[in-house]
């Protein structure tokens, strides 16, 4: 599986940058490397990039052509992050007591 068809919410292990040298060191660079874990967060429509986070706590946006050419392995199956709303349960109210 590469990168780029990774669900939301996903927790993947970098495998292999099938990059020319110069593209892979600068995501090396910004945190994407062998065995690094990365997350998709959410996908800008019409193509448009990933906004990833990796495992050490970076969050960047990322090429859909870059993110193709990484090859990735699903490590965990992760629930999305809710908002206080949802989380609450209440609508975000707190009971009048």
Not at 81 to 90: E, Q
């Amino acid at each position: 599986m590469n990168l780029g068809n990774l669900p939301i919410a996903r927790s993947a292990r970098v495998l292999l940058l099938r990059l020319d040298e110069a593209q892979a060191r600068f995501l090396r660079a910004v945190g994407i490397f062998e065995q690094e874990e990365v997350m998709v967060l959410r996908r800008a429509p019409f193509g448009g990039p990933l906004h990833l986070r990796t495992s050490s706590g970076g969050e960047f946006a990322l090429d859909r052509a870059l993110a193709m050419s990484i090859d990735v392995e699903v490590t965990a199956v992760r629930e999305p992050i809710k908002s206080g709303v949802d989380a609450l349960g209440d609508g975000g109210r707190e009971a009048a007591e």
